[in-house]
C-alpha cells in the first residue's frame, strides 16, 4: 500500500469517527450558552488511542487483502495433453488452485482424485506426479512413440521457463522410474485471448490449442476442429513432417482394421493402434491379437486410411507334418494389402530348411527346440539346436521354407591362437561376403572391426545386401566363420 491510499483511507476513517457537522455544534452549543463543560483528564488520550486502533485495524485488513489476493489469484496455467487434457491453474506460491478435466479421457484418469477436486491446495510438482502415474497406468504412456505435451501460461515469461524446465524434470524422472517409454514435449504459451477462446470452443488446452496453431501455419487448408481432436503424439508428427494433409486418426485407423480383417477381428482384439506419420510412409501401426492365431501387425496409410499390409482373414492351416517338397501345397489366402501366404509347410520341412542352411544333418543335431509362432500375420518356426560343431538359431518362414533370420556360434578350434599370419580386414571381408554368397559391389553400410578375445585375433563384420542384414565373426588367423547372424533389415 502506498503512503497516499494510506493517506486516504485513514481520511475516510476520521471522516467516519467525527462528522463534519459544524452547524449542528453551534447550534446546541447556543442551546447551553454560559454552560460549562468540564474536560475530563485523559479524554483526548483516549480518542486519540481509538483513531490508532481503528488506523492499525484498516493496515492489517488491507495487508490480510493483499495475502488473500496473492494466495487465490492465478498465477500460472500449466497444462498436461495426451489425448486427456488436463488443466491447473497454479497461484505465485505454486499450490493448485484448481484441476480441471477438459475431456471425458481426462475425468476417467482423475477419477479416483475426485476428478481434479483433490489436488486442490497440493503443490504444482505433487500435483502433475500424480497425474502422470495416473496417465502410465490408464496406459497412456506405455509405448516408445507415445508423447504428453506440458505447456505453461504466464505473464512472467522467466517463471515460465523455470516451471516448463522443472516439470519437465519431473515427468523425466517419473516415466524412468515407471519404465514408460513416452516423449516429453514441452513450451511455454503467450497469453491470447483468442488462443483461450480456441480452447474452449473446443474443450483443449490453450497448450494443445498452439500446437493445433503450429500445424495450421504449415498447412491453412486443415480444419483447427479436425486437428483438435487428433492426439498430442499426431499432432507432433504432423508438424514434423509439414502436415500435408489431414490424418484420418486413430479410431478411423481401427475400423479400417476390423473391417479389412473380417473373420480375425472378429474373433479377436486390437490391443494397440499407434501413430507412425513421421515414418515412411505415414501410417498408423495397428495390433491384433487372436487367441487361436497370436499377434498379428497392420500398416495402414495416415492419409488415405487404406490398409498396407496384414492378413485379410482368418488363416488356412495344413498341420501335417509336410515334407521340403510339399511346401506350398496348402491353401492360403493373400490379400489386397500384401499381407503373405499363410499355407503350412509343417515342421519336418522347417527342421530340413534350416539343417541345409547350417550344413549339417538331423543325425547330428541335439538338444533341439521348435516352436510355431505368428509374426506380422507371418506363420514361422523357430528353431534352437547344437551340434559337435557349435550351436544355432534359425527361423523359417513357415509358408515358403525361406530362412527368415539364422544366427551360428561355432566352438573354437582346438589350439586356435594368436600364431600364424593375420589374414587383414580385407579377407575377413572375403570370408563373410563368399559364405553369404553375396559380391562386395553388392554391399553396403560395411564396417570392419578387428579384436582380440580370450587371446584370439578376429574381425567383426557388419554389412547389409539384398534386404538383409549380416553379422559376422570370422578368425584373424584362419578365416573360418566363428558367428554369423543373417536378418531381415529394419
Known amino acids: 500500500m502506498t503512503d497516499k491510499e494510506l493517506e486516504q483511507r485513514l481520511e475516510k476513517v476520521l471522516s467516519a469517527t467525527a462528522p463534519d457537522d459544524l452547524d449542528g455544534v453551534l447550534s446546541r452549543c447556543a442551546a447551553r450558552k454560559g454552560t460549562v463543560i468540564p474536560m475530563k483528564k485523559g479524554t483526548s488520550r483516549k480518542i486519540w488511542k481509538s483513531l490508532a486502533a481503528a488506523c492499525l485495524a484498516l493496515v492489517l485488513v488491507g495487508g490480510g487483502g493483499a495475502y488473500y489476493y496473492q494466495a487465490n489469484a492465478v498465477a500460472s496455467v500449466v497444462s498436461l495433453d495426451v489425448n486427456p487434457s488436463i488443466e491447473l491453474s497454479v497461484n505465485r506460491s505454486e499450490k493448485i488452485l484448481s484441476c480441471i478435466p477438459l475431456n471425458e479421457e481426462a475425468r476417467t484418469v482423475l477419477a479416483d482424485m475426485g476428478e481434479g477436486a483433490d489436488l486442490k491446495g497440493t503443490k504444482l510438482d505433487v500435483a502433475v506426479n500424480a497425474i502422470v502415474g495416473a496417465l502410465v497406468r490408464a496406459g497412456y504412456l506405455d509405448s516408445l512413440s507415445s508423447a504428453i505435451l506440458i505447456s505453461v501460461e504466464d505473464s512472467d ?17 517419473l516415466l524412468q522410474s515407471q519404465s514408460a517409454g513416452a516423449a516429453i514435449l514441452s513450451q511455454t504459451v503467450a497469453a491470447s485471448a483468442d488462443l483461450d477462446q480456441q480452447a474452449r470452443e473446443n474443450n483443449i488446452s490453450t497448450g494443445k490449442a498452439n500446437l493445433v496453431n503450429q500445424a495450421i501455419a504449415l498447412n491453412g487448408s486443415l480444419s483447427f476442429t479436425s486437428l483438435a481432436a487428433l492426439t498430442v503424439e499426431e499432432l507432433k508428427d504432423l508438424v514434423e513432417i509439414g502436415a500435408p494433409a489431414m490424418p484420418v486418426g486413430v479410431e478411423a485407423a481401427r475400423q479400417a482394421v476390423e473391417q479389412y480383417a473380417g473373420d480375425l477381428a472378429a474373433g479377436g482384439t486390437i490391443t494397440e493402434v499407434d501413430p507412425e506419420l513421421d515414418e515412411y510412409p505415414p501410417r498408423y501401426e495397428v495390433e491384433l491379437y487372436h487367441p487361436s492365431y497370436g499377434e498379428f501387425e497392420y500398416q495402414v496409410d495416415a492419409f488415405s486410411g487404406q490398409v498396407l499390409s496384414g492378413p485379410s482373414g482368418l488363416p488356412t492351416e495344413n498341420t501335417g507334418s509336410g515334407s521340403a517338397g510339399s511346401a506350398g501345397t496348402g491353401s492360403s489366402s493373400t490379400g489386397s494389402g500384401g499381407n503373405a501366404t499363410t499355407s503350412d509347410i509343417g515342421q519336418a520341412a522347417a527342421k530340413s530348411a534350416a539343417f541345409a542352411h547350417a550344413g549339417v544333418s538331423e543325425s547330428q543335431v541335439y538338444d533341439l527346440s521348435v516352436e510355431r509362432d505368428y509374426d506380422d500375420g507371418r506363420l514361422e518356426y523357430e528353431m534352437e539346436f547344437r551340434t559337435d560343431q557349435g550351436e544355432y538359431e534359425y527361423t523359417v518362414d513357415g509358408s515358403t521354407g525361406a530362412v527368415i533370420k539364422s544366427e551360428q556360434e561355432l566352438y573354437a578350434s582346438a589350439g586356435a591362437g594368436t600364431s600364424g599370419t593375420d589374414i587383414g580386414s580385407q579377407g575377413a571381408k572375403d570370408a563373410a561376403f563368399t559364405h553369404a554368397g553375396v559380391s562386395e559391389s553388392q554391399a553396403y553400410e560395411l564396417e570392419v572391426e578387428q579384436d582380440y578375445e580370450g587371446g584370439r ?22 578365416g573360418n566363420i566363428l558367428q554369423y547372424e543373417r536378418d531381415r533389415e529394419d
Do not use: P, S, W
Not at 515469461?157 to 524422472?173: F, H, K, P, S, Y
Not at 567383426?460 to 559376422?472: H, L, S
Open 157 to 173: 515469461q522467466n517463471r515460465a521457463v523455470r516451471i516448463q524446465q522443472e516439470l519437465t524434470g519431473t515427468v523425466d524422472a
Open 457 to 478: 585375433l578376429h574381425y567383426e563384420v557388419e554389412f547389409k545386401a539384398g534386404g538383409m542384414e549380416y553379422q559376422y565373426t570370422i578368425d584373424g588367423v584362419t
